[in-house]
Every structure is written in C-alpha cells, then in structure tokens.
C-alpha cells in the first residue's frame, strides 16, 4: 500500500480527474458494440477507480457514479 499527502487544491485535481475518467467509462459501457472482454476489462477498471474516488468525494458525489450490479 502507497499513501500520498495531497494539498487541498490537488485533492480537488485528483478528484476531478477521477470523475471524467468514470465518466468516459460509463459513456463506454453504455456502448451495446463493446465486445464482452473489453467490457470485462472496462468495467474491472472502474471498480478500481471508483474505490479511489470514494476516498475523496462526499457521499453525495459518490452516489451519482455507484452502479448498481448487472447480472450476466
């Protein structure tokens, strides 16, 4: 495990790069084309990336980009 010390204005850099990153991510898994392993993979990312987030945002923030699970 890495920690990092951040000042509040890279926090909010960090912060808002990890939301544009989820939301290209959602944009793609909209995509009915995306082949099942490019989905996989997409979707793998996401989990890890949104967990990153949840450590910056509020809970409201963290809210609009939880998904809920697809069964498949």
């Known amino acids: 495990m890495l920690g990092f010390l951040f000042n509040e204005r890279e926090c909010r850099e960090l912060e808002y790069m990890l939301r544009k990153e989820m939301d290209e991510m959602m944009y793609d898994l909209k995509d009915d ?8 993979a997409v979707e793998g990312r ?10 910056l945002a509020s809970p409201q923030e963290i809210s609009r980009y939880a998904r809920s699970k697809v069964r498949s």
């Open 46 to 55: 996401y989990k890890v990336i949104f967990r990153m987030y949840a450590r």
């Open 33 to 40: 084309q995306l082949n099942r392993e490019i989905r996989t």
